[in-house]
C-alpha cells in the first residue's frame, strides 16, 4: 500500500501549528539537521535527535522522496578549542577523533548517512563571504577589537522562531560566546578577531586574524549544499535560540529570501527523571550503554519509541522493554520464515490492510510513533494467533515479511534473521538436553540452556509446531 503525499504533516515550529508538507521540487527533499559538536562523545540526548531525524527521513523516503540530506560536523567553535587545548592535542587531530567516533555510533544504532557531512574548518571561505554580504548591506559591523558582529535591530523579524519580541532586546549590547540564553540577547558574533587563548587557531582572511562564530557556520553550510532557500530544518529545542535564531537572521539578511519553510524541533531527553548530567550521575553516551552489555538497536527502539515533540524519560526498565520489544519483532520474522500452515487468505489480506493503513495514518500525522507502534504490536499479535494455529501459509507468510521490511525500512530495529546454517554439534547437543530437561518440567535448567545458546547466536523458540532454533544476523 502507497501512502498519499497530500496527507503527510508535520509540526512546524515558526507557524506553531501543524501543516501539510510540500517541499519546494515534486520528489525531492532537501533537508538539513543539526550534527554534532566533536569535543567528546555523543550523548544519548543527542541521539534523541538523531534518531528522530533519521524516522523523519525514512519516512519521506517511503513516500517515495528523495532526500538530499546535509548534516554539519562543528569542529571548530568554544567547546572543541578549550578541550582540545586542555589535552594538549591540535584542534585537527583531537576533532577527528571525535568525528570518527560519531560516525561508528550512528552506523551501531542504524542510522542512515547523510548525503553530505561538512565541516566547518572546511567551510571559511563560504562563511567569509557571507560575513562580507552582510557587511555590505548594512547588518552586520566590526567592533574595535575587530571582530564582526551581527546587528540584530537591523533585522526586524528576528525573534520570529523563538518567539522573541524585538523590544525586549537589549539593543546595541554585544555577545561574544556561542551559546547564552534568551534573556541574554543581543548583536552576536559572526566572527572572532583572534586573542592569545585561541592559540593557533586562525585564520587569515579579508576580514582579518581569526575565527568564525558558530551560528554563521550553518548558515553558510546548508546554503551552499542546499540553496538559499530549503525545506526542512531539524534539531533540539536547546538550538532553536539562540542557535537557529541567529541562522534565519543571517541567511534571510543575505538572501532576501525565505530561509527554511518547515522546522522541525525534538523536546529535551531526562535520564531517570531527572535532566542529564555528570553530576547527577546519569549522564551516558552511547558507548557507555554498551559497555552495560545492553543491544544498541534496544537503546533506538528505546529513543524512536515516544514522540518527537514530547519530553523523553530514558529509564534502564525502559530499555528492558525496548529490548522485549525488539525481539518479539525478532521472533515474529523467524515465525514467519518457518511457517507452511493451511492457507487463511481473507484474514491476512484484510490484517495486513489494517496494519498498512495505520502505519501511514500515524507517521503521516507529525510523526505519531505511539500510534504506530500500538498498531504494528496489534498486527503482530493478530498474525501471532494465526501462526499458533497453523493459519499462515507460506504464500501469505512472504507476503507479511514484505510488509514487515517495509515498515522496518522506517523504524529500522528488526534487521535480517539467519535460518539456514548448520548447528555445531555442541548446540544440537544443548538443544536436545533443553527438550528433556522442559519433558521433566525442570524449567530452571531449561532456561539456563536457553542462555547459554543466546550466548552462541542461537535462539530457540517454543511453538505449537515445536521447538524452532535461529541464528541473528548482526
Same mark, same amino acid.
Given at each position: ?375 504494528? /504490536? !496489534?498486527? @503482530? ?6 501462526? *499458533?494455529? &497453523?493459519?499462515?501459509?507460506? $504464500?501469505? #507468510? ?8 517495509? /515498515? !522496518?525500512? @522506517? ?6 534473521? *539467519?535460518? &539456514?546454517?548448520?548447528?555445531? $554439534?555442541? #548446540? ?47
Amino acid at each position: 500500500m502507497k501512502c498519499s503525499k497530500k496527507d503527510l504533516h508535520f509540526f512546524n515550529t515558526l507557524t506553531r501549528k501543524k501543516e501539510r508538507f510540500t517541499p519546494l521540487r515534486n520528489e525531492e527533499v532537501h533537508m538539513y539537521t543539526c550534527g554534532p559538536t566533536v569535543y567528546d562523545y555523543a550523548h544519548i540526548g543527542n541521539f534523541r535527535a538523531f534518531i528522530f531525524e533519521d524516522l523523519l527521513k525514512r519516512w519521506l523516503e517511503y513516500h517515495g522522496y528523495k532526500v538530499l540530506h546535509v548534516m554539519n560536523i562543528t569542529d571548530i567553535d568554544d567547546k572543541t578549542i578549550k578541550r582540545s587545548q586542555e589535552q594538549k592535542i591540535p584542534l585537527k587531530k583531537f576533532t577527528d577523533f571525535y568525528s570518527k567516533a560519531f560516525f561508528e555510533d550512528i552506523k551501531v544504532l542504524n542510522i542512515k548517512p547523510a548525503n553530505y557531512y561538512p565541516k566547518a574548518t572546511e567551510h571559511i571561505p563560504e562563511m567569509v563571504d557571507l560575513i562580507k554580504r552582510l557587511l555590505t548591506k548594512g547588518y552586520a559591523y566590526k567592533s574595535k577589537e575587530k571582530s564582526v558582529y551581527y546587528s540584530i535591530n537591523k533585522f526586524k523579524k528576528y525573534g520570529k522562531l523563538s518567539n522573541l519580541k524585538i523590544n525586549n532586546l537589549r539593543i546595541g549590547s554585544r555577545v561574544k560566546v556561542d551559546e547564552y540564553e534568551k534573556d541574554q540577547a543581543q548583536d552576536f558574533v559572526l566572527w572572532k578577531a583572534w586573542i592569545p587563548e585561541d592559540g593557533d587557531v586562525f585564520w587569515e582572511t579579508l576580514l582579518g586574524k581569526g575565527r568564525p562564530g558558530w551560528h554563521i557556520e550553518c548558515s553558510a553550510m546548508s546554503m551552499k549544499y542546499l540553496g538559499q532557500t530549503f525545506d526542512i530544518h531539524c534539531g533540539g529545542v536547546d538550538n532553536m535560540f539562540p542557535h537557529h535564531e541567529n541562522e534565519i537572521a543571517q541567511s534571510e539578511a543575505s538572501s532576501d529570501k525565505n530561509f527554511v519553510r518547515y522546522w522541525l524541533h525534538n523536546e529535551h531527553l531526562l535520564v531517570e527523571g531527572r535532566k542529564m548530567s555528570k553530576k547527577y550521575g546519569n549522564y551516558y553516551t552511547l558507548r557507555d550503554l554498551i559497555q552495560k552489555n545492553i543491544d544498541p538497536i534496544a537503546i533506538r527502539f528505546l529513543l524512536l519509541s515516544t514522540h518527537y515533540r514530547a519530553q523523553f524519560n530514558f529509564t534502564f526498565e525502559g530499555l528492558e522493554s525496548a529490548k522485549k520489544a525488539v525481539e518479539r519483532l525478532r521472533n515474529f520474522l523467524r515465525r514467519l520464515q518457518e511457517a507452511d500452515g493451511q492457507s487463511c487468505d481473507e484474514k491476512v489480506i484484510e490484517l495486513i490492510k489494517v496494519a498498512e493503513l495505520n502505519f501511514c495514518q500515524a507517521l503521516d500525522d507529525d510523526l505519531n510513533v505511539s500510534v504506530m507502534l500500538a498498531g504494528l /504490536f !496489534d498486527f @503482530v499479535r493478530e498474525i501471532n494467533n494465526l501462526l *499458533d494455529k &497453523n493459519n499462515v501459509s507460506k $504464500k501469505e #507468510a512472504k507476503k507479511i515479511i514484505e510488509v514487515l521490511q517495509r /515498515f !522496518d525500512g @522506517v523504524i529500522g530495529v528488526i534487521g535480517e534473521i *539467519d535460518s &539456514n546454517f548448520s548447528l555445531s $554439534k555442541k #548446540a544440537e547437543i544443548l538443544i536436545k538436553q533443553r527438550e528433556e530437561a522442559r519433558k521433566n518440567k525442570n524449567w530452571e535448567k531449561s532456561d539456563e540452556i536457553r542462555k547459554k545458546l543466546k550466548s552462541m547466536g542461537i535462539f530457540v523458540e517454543d511453538t505449537p509446531q515445536g521447538v524452532k532454533w535461529y541464528l541473528k544476523k548482526n
